[in-house]
């Protein structure tokens, strides 16, 4: 399957109980050769909307840790969600919920096959890394598991919460752009 194939069949997602209650699909943006992924927990109320990850106010904190590190969303990092839509009210998905949508999450790493995996925040941290990582006390540690680093960092959100931790996120994003200049051909 290839990568615009993929897209529409997750539009079209009836997998779970979500597809109810959902406005749109948020699928992910950017380059399918990007080979830096950045992963949320799932949509809020301004992605479910638009069908784009991360346009709320965290997501404008997202950019403008991205833009310090020369990096942007549809040019050279593709940005997606644990989940691709929004529970109702935003309460956390349930875990059937999250394993319907997994696969399309797999199906993303297989056709991309990124170099660099970036948590956003606990929940995605805690399913793709380790289900007892801490992000606090980890964020910023590089990860190797079969030939992809992942690192996790503090959730934009949870930034906005508690603005004393954004030095944490940028010494994160700075960890990231070292390792890109280490292991990426062609993300600078
Ligand atoms: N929070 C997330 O985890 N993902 C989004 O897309 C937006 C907010």
Not at 93 to 120: G, M, N, S
Not at 152 to 170: D, E, G, V, Y
Not at 177 to 182: A, D, F, L, T, V
């Amino acid at each position: 399957m290839d990568f615009e194939q993929l897209k529409q069949e997750c539009l079209a997602c009836r997998k779970c109980g979500l597809c109810e209650t959902r406005t749109n699909v948020v699928f992910g943006t950017g380059p399918k050769t990007a080979e830096v992924m950045l992963i949320g927990e799932g949509p809020g109320k301004n992605e479910d909307e638009q069908g784009l990850p991360f346009v709320g106010r965290s997501g404008k904190l997202l950019d403008q840790y991205l833009t310090a590190v020369d990096l942007a969303r549809n040019k050279n990092v593709f940005i997606a969600n644990i989940v691709k839509c929004r529970p109702p009210e935003n309460r956390d998905p349930l875990p059937e919920e999250w394993d319907a949508c997994l696969p399309w999450l797999r199906e993303q790493f297989r056709i991309i096959r990124p170099k660099i995996v970036v948590c956003l925040g606990r929940i995605a941290a805690q399913r793709l890394i380790r289900p007892d990582i801490s992000v606090t006390k980890e964020h910023g540690v590089f990860e190797e598991k079969n030939g992809v680093w992942f690192m996790a960092t503090l959730h934009p959100a949870a930034l906005l919460r508690n603005p004393s931790q954004k030095p944490m996120a940028f010494g994160d994003f700075v960890a990231l752009r070292e390792k890109i200049n280490e292991v990426c051909d062609h993300t600078y």
